[in-house]
């Protein structure tokens, strides 16, 4: 059974940085397509950027295109969201997500008409990250 258990969620102030972590088991890392996704109050939850298993290229929505890079470690299993130049905008509960489907992952994170939650079987219970001075 594939699990994801996020970590590294916190107060920044706007303008700050953090690094959140997706640690996969069940599975090898290399192998699975890794959507992060964040749902503010009151907002549905939207993709942030994805991970191709294939090559390790990765894909961002504009909102967070040239501030947020994701990464992985196969040594560790693990995916990786840097987040720099926080916005208050930015402040949400982050998921890492991902589906033995691996070709739908990142079209769910690049298409906000999909239902993330319906559309992708595996998530991790997610980190808050609160942007705020």
């Known amino acids: 059974q594939v699990q994801l258990v996020e970590s590294g969620g916190g107060l920044v102030q706007p303008g700050g940085s953090l690094r959140l972590s997706c640690v996969l088991s069940?599975?090898?890392?290399?192998?699975?397509?890794i959507g992060w996704f964040r749902q503010a109050p009151g907002k549905e939850r939207e993709g942030v950027g994805c991970?191709?298993?294939?090559?390790?290229?990765?894909d961002y929505v504009d909102s967070v295109k040239g501030r947020f890079t994701i990464s992985r470690d196969t040594a560790k299993n693990a995916v990786y969201l840097q987040m720099n130049m926080l916005k208050p905008e930015d402040t949400a509960v982050y998921y890492c997500?991902?589906?033995?489907?691996?070709?739908?992952?990142?079209?769910?994170?690049?298409?906000?008409?999909?239902?993330?939650?319906?559309?992708?079987?595996?998530w991790g219970q997610g980190t808050l990250v609160t942007v705020s001075s």
């Open positions: 997500a991902t589906d033995l489907a691996q070709q739908i992952v990142c079209n769910v994170v690049r298409d906000p008409t999909r239902s993330p939650s319906e559309d992708l079987e595996f």
């Open positions: 069940g599975g090898t890392v290399g192998y699975f397509s």
């Open positions: 991970i191709f298993s294939s090559d390790g290229s990765t």
